[in-house]
């Protein structure tokens, strides 16, 4: 079994700029994909990034030329650098990975959600 936690989220003006981190521990053989996830309230939980252990990208459209997914294997650790911040950009942010951890096969695990707020 693994932990994920997050740090990084916080208020923040309408083009300014956060980077959210997300620590996996525990017992961990290796880690998979990584990506990061946001919620707006009253919706499902939604792709923003996500990153292979290659360091291979993807990101949804509205976050494109904006955000950075980024990990360093070696601290087991996730980083999503977000610029030019937008009001739409406010909701809860989740980190995911799936790793596996010797017991059986690949998991997805979760962070427990930081708040992103953008707001003059």
């Known amino acids: 079994q693994a932990q994920l936690v997050e740090s990084g989220g916080g208020l923040v003006q309408p083009g300014g700029s956060l980077r959210l981190s997300c620590a996996a521990s525990?017992?961990?053989?290796?880690?998979?994909?990584m990506g990061w996830y946001r919620q707006f309230p009253g919706k499902e939980r939604e792709l923003v990034a996500s990153i292979t252990r290659g360091s291979i990208t993807n990101y949804a459209d509205s976050v494109k030329g904006r955000f950075t997914i980024s990990r360093d294997n070696a601290k087991n650790t996730v980083y999503l650098q977000m610029n030019s911040l937008k009001p739409e950009d406010t909701a809860v942010y989740y980190c995911?990975?799936?790793?596996?951890?010797?017991?059986?096969?690949?998991?997805?695990?979760w962070g427990q959600g930081t708040q992103v707020t953008v707001s003059s």
């Open positions: 525990g017992n961990i053989v290796r880690i998979n994909n």
């Open positions: 995911n990975a799936n790793l596996f951890d010797g017991r059986g096969p690949a998991n997805d695990y």
